[in-house]
């Protein structure tokens, strides 16, 4: 009876450490808030995460067409309208290439990364209009050239645009449709005859925010992207061809085609929901969407990621608290029962409350210093603290720095847990079974029912 009271107690008492081990997650969560807010503000005052989609040629085209309607007296009769329409097309060849520089914000402790893309997009068009009807009349437009970005704030000074070798003015926003990015009006001459076929060169400095998608609308593209960065992480919905990552930078290519990508199918359906009415879509004619790169659209990424993200990291040594205590109380009890050493729960509520407080260190110290220093202040703080006490709690200075041991081998364990993400299961599970199968080993010619009894009794006179 009483070896299961004093089993319940520390039960209860393991689960009562769960309050704060909560609290500090708590603030972990909040800390890494203020980070996103930090970011916020340097999206705001720099620009957001970048993508670019583009150039698309835009062909507007008058024709007439026979419309049935039915008068007054409901007779059906037929009438010859014009409508306005537009064709679209993608180039065939795209070619996005350029340096991305970084740099780093600071507001207040956190630290954003920035970049700036010195970058050029070369593209080709050869496309054919569709055959004339000579039973709908048509009459060509001025076509113009579209190119979306996400966030034009990141515009640095004035792009260039070339157009069959000639300069051509670049205006503000997409002609015909809503959201972000640039268009150019091209001579009528170039769409004159049923075959269209011109080179275009856009020269642009893009600044952003730690991300850059690139969206891949052309027959064949190839995208070439260098950094001085060495911690980019190659997202969106292909990987490149051929990459090379040191302590220099990066230097990355991708070759994507249409046959692999859907988003040029992806762009018609987005771009006639944007529009908000139904338009025709002959041939090989494709829309862009206002948003250079929303969400279910295929695309190159690329983010310049922090070599260690602190707050995900001191998050998930936080998940290891519940261990930690209950092996801490593991050993307490082990102490208490075989060597007769009463501990009162207040004692074990203290070293619970020490070991859930190297939590508070480890992220309030690593705001400030790097991970890895600050994991090992935060340890040699907490180890020294208990060893001391249970030193105390013990009557042993030897039993103190033991147990200190046992619980810098556990701090251990847990960093190359959280330095080994790729591992972390496998190496979990080996140490519970290594913890376990101590214990076993420990307590193997135990007698629990002697143990028992003897719990509350007058403890052994400990040595001078």
């Known amino acids: 009876m009483r070896l299961g009271l004093k089993i319940a107690m520390v039960i209860v008492l393991v689960l009562a450490i769960l309050i704060p081990l909560a609290m500090i997650r708590g603030t972990i969560a909040e800390r890494s808030q203020y980070r996103q807010q930090a ?29 049935e309607e039915r008068d007054a007296n409901g007779v059906p009769r037929k009438e010859l309208r014009e409508v306005d329409r537009e064709w679209l097309f993608f180039p065939k060849t795209l070619r996005a290439h350029g340096r991305v520089q970084p740099s780093i914000r600071k507001r207040g402790l956190h630290q954003v990364r920035v970049y700036e893309w010195q970058g050029s997009l ?32 990141g ?63 052309a027959d064949a593209n190839r ?21 090379r990552v040191d302590g220099t930078g990066f230097h990355a290519e991708w070759d994507v085609s249409s046959l692999a990508s859907n988003a040029q199918a992806q762009y018609r359906e987005g771009g006639d929901a944007a529009m908000g ?16 790169a929303p969400a279910g659209i295929d695309q190159v990424g690329l983010s310049l990621v922090e070599p260690v993200n602190l707050y995900s990291k001191v998050d998930r040594a936080s998940k290891y608290g519940l261990l930690f205590v209950l092996l801490t109380f593991v050993a307490f009890f082990m102490f208490e029962t075989i060597k007769q050493l009463p501990i009162h729960p207040i004692q074990y509520a203290l070293v619970g409350l020490a070991l859930a ?29 208990i060893g001391y006490y249970v030193g105390h709690v013990l009557r042993s200075r030897v ?42 080993v420990a307590t193997r010619k135990v007698d629990w029912y002697q143990v028992g009894a003897r719990i509350g009794t007058a403890p052994k006179p400990m040595p001078p």
């Open 122 to 153: 070369d593209a080709g068009f050869d496309v054919r209009l569709p055959d004339a009807d000579p039973a709908r009349p048509r009459t060509l437009g001025t076509p113009w050239l579209n190119i979306g970005i996400a966030d034009v704030r």
């Open 39 to 67: 970011v916020d503000e340097v999206t705001r005052s720099y620009a957001g995460g970048q993508g670019i989609a583009g150039p698309v040629l835009v062909v507007p085209y008058r024709e007439q067409v026979q419309v």
């Open 399 to 440: 039993r103190g720095l033991g147990f200190a041991a046992m619980l810098g081998l556990l701090y251990a364990a847990l960093y190359g847990l959280l330095m080994s993400e790729d591992n972390a299961l496998v190496l979990g599970a080996g140490l519970l079974f290594v913890v376990l199968a101590a214990v076993m």
């Open 223 to 243: 995208i070439v992207l260098d950094s001085p960065w060495p911690h980019p992480q190659f997202n969106g919905d292909f990987l490149p061809r051929t990459h």
């Open 357 to 385: 407080i190297f939590f508070l260190l480890l992220l309030s110290l690593s705001e400030h210093v790097a991970f890895g220093l600050a994991y090992l202040a935060a340890a040699l703080a907490c180890l020294g603290l």
């Open 155 to 217: 515009l640095v000074g004035a792009p260039t645009l070339r157009v069959a070798g000639i300069a051509t003015p670049i205006l503000q926003g997409q002609k015909g449709r809503g959201g972000g990015g640039v268009h150019a009006a091209l001579p009528a001459a170039l769409v004159a005859g049923g075959r269209i076929a011109f080179p275009v060169q856009f020269g642009f400095a893009l600044r952003g925010t730690e991300a850059l998608a690139i969206v891949p609308l």
């Open 277 to 292: 009415k139904p338009r025709p879509v002959p041939g090989r004619d494709g829309i862009v969407a206002a948003v250079a």
